[in-house]
């Protein structure tokens, strides 16, 4: 008999998840998808797709995306520097990164949004490496202190020296990617990027409406070449980039995630591929970008359960805010859209940490949201419904009024029972939180940021690697302009 029931969360039935699916490989035909990379379009074309060659308009047969769907894996894992198998993209688990990509930093004294540099993005990784609920490292900031042109993978150079988890990363152009796919042989300690043991997964993103531009039908081409896992971030903006209504946007996201798996194992059949993503919803009152809303994380839960349905890996923004600081909206919209995630089975959920529309990454709310991440993976073991927890034990010499606290029973169990939170949460009395200066979540996590990034240690690198990436880093940097790299010692 099966002791554990895990929850989980449906918003399709199986008729609608077919007919979602169906609708996709309609649009796949008419009007077809945008594709800007000429090898990607003469892929196709071999394949069986009709080109529209003037509008660079690919037709896809539903015939060969079905082709293309046999090949996928169902089934991956990203390692550790270690070698460990860290993360597993298959079937209901869960993982967490912080989010990604962030353009600003909230500073903890002035509440204030600030241009993100170096320092922050060391902060981050430190603070993640030390807090056991992300599973991977992410390149969760732009570094404004370093030339454009190397800031995709002078990111990844710092989360490869400060490091041992997996790495969700990705490049903005060509150039980058290849300095990337360096950096990830150095690491490595192989001719080969990955070999057998991924480290690294590299988002790619379609620009809605079906639209794959040249740089993002060119990268899933040569993630695919290259062995290293590639992982489809479609973004519906409902109302806006994609139908107003939530299934029609389920059914976008579908037909460009279809579209991108078929170029993805044109190029390499087998290669592992992840349907994703970071839809949102049009805000038409201000002309803003809600991951925040409700009406989001049900697009997710969809577009996850018909990624499900076909067995594919899964991923999606969750975990975020629309709100500008750590406050109570913060809270509410992260808890919220975290625990309908994971009750959702989604693979690799990226978000943590950031505030403002994913623009902007916070380190206190990355350190309340390892309290949230906890509390959901909570949520998801649901209850013990084995034997000895239905047994009546308990009551064994009871006597009224009753105490279970002297039970032996309960010292026993209560580990497994319960989640016991960091001091981040309160639970003490209110005399006890009088006596603690009356704080609140965001100034408890801003010691607990501090303490963390305290106690971290570096990893023990091969010197000689840590030099070839350096030197590799550097070079690169020079040819933008930039005699020095920033230093990252005492930060």
Not at 200 to 216: E, G, K, M, R
Request: glycine share 6%; hydrophobic share 40%.
């Amino acid at each position: 008999m099966d002791h554990k029931f895990q929850p989980n969360f449906q918003v399709l039935s199986p008729e609608t998840i077919s007919r979602v699916l169906g609708k996709a490989m309609v649009l796949l035909q008419s009007p077809g998808v945008k594709v800007g990379s000429q090898e990607a379009i003469e892929l196709l074309q071999s394949s069986g797709a009709t080109i529209n060659v003037k509008d660079s308009i690919a037709h896809i047969p539903e015939e060969l995306v079905l082709k293309c769907l046999e090949t996928v894996p169902r089934a991956f894992s990203l390692f550790d520097r270690n070698g460990k198998n860290s993360i597993e993209y298959s079937g209901d688990k869960v993982h967490f990164n912080p989010g990604s990509s962030g353009v600003n930093i909230l500073d903890a004294d002035s509440l204030q949004h600030r241009p993100s540099h170096s320092a922050d993005l060391v902060n981050i990784i430190k603070i993640a490496e030390n807090l056991p609920v992300y599973d991977a490292q992410s390149t969760a900031v732009i570094c404004h202190d370093v030339p454009e042109e190397i800031g995709d993978f002078y990111r990844l150079y710092l989360v490869l020296l400060l490091s041992q988890k997996p790495i969700i990363t990705g490049a903005f152009s060509t150039n980058t990617s290849d300095v990337m796919f360096e950096l990830l042989k150095i690491d490595s300690g192989s001719a080969e990027i990955s070999g057998e043991k991924p480290r690294a997964i590299f988002d790619v993103c379609p620009s809605p409406p079906l639209n794959w531009t040249h740089f993002a039908a060119q990268n899933l081409i040569e993630l695919a070449r290259a062995g290293i896992p590639a992982q489809i971030v479609s973004m519906p903006l409902s109302g806006a980039a994609s139908p107003v209504t939530l299934i029609g946007s389920i059914i976008q996201h579908a037909a460009e995630c279809l579209s991108g798996i078929t170029i993805h194992q044109l190029a390499n059949p087998g290669a592992p591929i992840v349907w994703g993503g970071a839809p949102a919803q049009f805000e038409m009152r201000s002309g803003t970008t809600s991951v925040g809303s409700v009406e989001t994380t049900l697009i997710v839960s969809g577009y996850a359960q018909v990624a499900k349905s076909m067995n594919l890996p899964t991923h999606a923004y969750l975990g975020a805010t629309d709100s500008k600081l750590v406050d109570a909206q913060a809270g509410m919209e992260s808890a919220t859209s975290a625990a309908f995630g994971v009750l959702s089975g989604i693979n690799m959920i990226s978000g943590p940490g950031m505030l403002d529309f994913l623009a902007c990454q916070s380190l206190e709310k990355l350190v309340i949201d390892a309290e949230i991440i906890a509390n959901t993976r909570r949520l998801l073991t649901g209850i013990d419904q084995s034997e000895d927890t239905l047994d009546l034990n308990y009551y064994e010499n009871f006597e009224f009024p009753g105490n279970f606290l002297k039970e032996k029973l309960t010292r026993q169990r209560y580990r497994d029972e319960y989640y016991l939170p960091s001091p981040v949460v309160d639970r003490g009395s209110l005399r006890e939180w009088k006596e603690n200066q009356s704080t609140d979540a965001f100034r408890r996590a801003k010691s607990e940021v501090t303490r963390l990034i305290s106690n971290y240690q570096p990893p023990v690198l091969d010197q000689g690697k840590i030099q070839e990436m350096t030197d590799l880093v550097a070079s690169h940097a020079r040819k933008a302009g930039m005699d020095q790299l920033p230093s990252i010692k005492n930060t």
